[in-house]
């Protein structure tokens, strides 16, 4: 059974930092690429940040890029989310969703998510 | 970056209505569309890929069509368990998603 278990999230001031993690089990982890996706109530869903596979390719939405930092460990079949520079638009539920097989960037499976707070 | 436009918003029905969504993008995205279902404190559960592609294990009542810039998620006849909140999604080199429609109890 394919899980996704996300862990990190919490209150942080404003221009703080926070890392994430993601633990999957289920699959072969290496052999798919991972996301990062956000939602607000206001806001709706938002994708943040892919990684392929082998974590040789990154892609950010621009709303993130040059703060938020993905990367993957295969060996310790876990995903992060480095945040830096937070404001208090990044306060959302984050969730980690797998890539779904074959090609394009939809999401098959989904962890329950972990909520950042970016507030003084 | 392409934007993703639901429409309705909210949608009122019966247990065994026919149930239309639309959903139109910015500019043409081929067929790289994904539905997706979401009920309250749950993560989205994705229902149909590339436009018209049934996930494995969703039930055969949800279809999808469409290609380039408009497309529709239709529920052949409304189930009690299906009360939620929609969503597409473009994906290609990037991704957006539209805004929801939640299908509630008439």
């Known amino acids: 059974e394919v899980q996704l278990v996300e862990s990190g999230g919490g209150l942080v001031q404003p221009g703080g930092s926070l890392r994430l993690s993601c633990a999957a089990s289920?699959?072969?982890?290496?052999?798919?690429?991972m996301n990062w996706v956000r939602q607000t109530p206001g806001k709706g869903l938002e994708w943040v940040s892919i990684?392929?596979?082998?974590?040789?390719?990154?892609f950010y939405a621009d709303s993130v890029k040059g703060r938020f930092t993905i990367s993957r460990d295969n060996s310790g079949n876990t995903l992060y989310l480095q945040m830096n520079s937070l404001g208090a638009e990044d306060t959302a539920l984050y969730y980690c969703?797998?890539?779904?097989?074959?090609?394009?960037?939809?999401?098959?499976?989904w962890g329950q998510g972990t909520l950042v707070t970016v507030s003084s | 970056d392409i934007q993703m436009t639901q429409s309705p918003s909210t949608l009122s029905a019966s247990v065994g209505d026919r149930v239309t969504i639309t959903c139109r993008a910015s500019?043409?995205?081929?067929?790289?569309l994904a539905w997706y279902q979401q009920k309250p404190g749950k993560a989205p559960k994705v229902l149909i890929y590339?436009?018209?592609t049934l996930e494995s294990g969703v039930p055969s009542r949800f279809s999808g069509s469409g290609s380039g810039t408009e497309f529709t998620l239709t529920i052949s006849s409304l189930q009690p368990d299906d009360f939620a909140t929609y969503y597409c999604?473009?994906?290609?080199?990037?991704?957006?998603f539209g805004q929801g429609t939640k299908v509630e109890i008439k």
């Open positions: 289920g699959f072969t982890f290496s052999n798919y690429g």
């Open positions: 990684i392929s596979g082998s974590g040789g390719t990154k």
């Open positions: 969703a797998r890539q779904g097989p074959g090609s394009g960037w939809y999401f098959d499976y």
């Open positions: 999604q473009h994906y290609h080199s990037s991704s957006t």
């Open positions: 590339k436009a018209s």
């Open positions: 500019q043409s995205i081929s067929s790289w």
